[in-house]
């Protein structure tokens, strides 16, 4: 028989901060795929197995385009009508648009490029740890350390004033976080584009040394510019500070494993593609079929969306053995974590130096580092969230 999701769980398992929902889970055992009743009535499917998962994401015969994507897994928009992506919002986009967008940023996140950012990434990291020890235990780690680090590190990396880094955090935190109805979340959105069309206007009066500056020398609009600037933003900041975060809970919650680690620094790339699989703070994306497609013995049939579920492909004990194990020694890698294909996230480099520096230098300075309350006390984010994590991980050491 079929299997069917009736509805994408809004909680996880008392205890579980770190495991996809129990239902999820569900869902992969009776099959890498099953039927989900979208609320306005449309009969779409949920992938939870890795091998589907990476096979629609590599396929041109599923859209991204967001104008297609009006079927939402939570909310019935009834005769709503869905825009195209904004200019420059490239993640909702397919070819050629997406590429017109995405080419000229590829040579600027290249693997040798963001290496050499290492250096800097560990002088801001050590500038708050310093910070963090100077002021003492407690502290919040999310804004003593995960949020800070590529909040720096990004609008450097943009040309985006530090000081200014106010103006947009707490307003991507509103249009990522899943907390906020409606009305707030277009309100912060305006707010961030009312902010990032002054910055394009004065990157283009006055160009700096940054990714910005560059791409105002290219045949793209304000606007555009805008919109890739917001998804670099969002996407630079926010999926990393929370991977640092709940990474850190994971590790507390595990100690075996940053033992292991601070005994074996060798393990370091291991560990930060181990904790990318084990968490999957980008849990789930969608695409719309264009034609008929088999898939995994069943006919998607065109205009029908999917659901993708990488946090379950990311467990997928066909795919990694013991997968709800956290090993920082992990062999068998190959996660969907980036995702895969052309929309593969263009700043993996960056957010992989980011932890490499991170993870081992914080868990080097407080080598007794601990929760300071109790691990069902910590707050997370809703399952509602594009991106889960932690609001704030209030920490404690040994003096």
Known sequence: MEHT???????????CPFDPPAELIDARRHGPISRYPFPDGHEGWLITGYDLVRSVLADPRFSSRKELMRHHPLIDFGEIEVPPAPPGEFLLMDDPQH??????????????????????????TADHLD???????????VTAFARPIPAVIICEL???????????????????GGEVGDEELFAAYTATQRYLAELVAAKRANP????????????????????IALILLSAGFDTTANMLAL?????????????????????TDRAVEELLRYLSVAKTFMRTALEDVELGGR???????????YNTANRDPERFAD??????????????AFGHGIHQCLGQQLARVEMRVAFPALLNRFPTLRLAVPAEEVDLRPETADVYGVKSLPVTWDV
């Open 99 to 124: 590429s017109r967008y995405r080419k000229p940023l590829v040579g600027k996140f290249t693997v040798r490029r963001m290496r050499l950012l290492t250096e800097r990434v560990e002088q801001v």
């Open 247 to 267: 990474g850190t809970f994971a590790l507390l919650r595990h100690p075996e494993q940053p033992a292991a680690w601070r005994a074996d620094p060798a393990l």
């Open 131 to 141: 910070a963090m020890e100077k002021a003492g235990p407690p502290a919040d780690l």
């Open 158 to 176: 943009l040309g985006v004033p530090y000081e200014d880094r106010g103006s947009f955090q707490d307003n991507i935190d509103k249009f990522l």
């Open 299 to 309: 006919t998607i049939a065109a205009g029908t969306a999917v659901i993708l579920s």
């Open 5 to 15: 999701v009736t509805t994408l769980p809004a909680t996880r398992e008392p205890g």
């Open 323 to 336: 997968p709800h194990v956290l090993d920082l020694g992990r062999q068998d890698g190959g996660h969907l």
């Open 208 to 227: 700096t040394d940054d990714v910005l500056s560059d791409l105002t020398d290219s045949d793209l609009t304000d606007e555009e510019l805008q919109g």
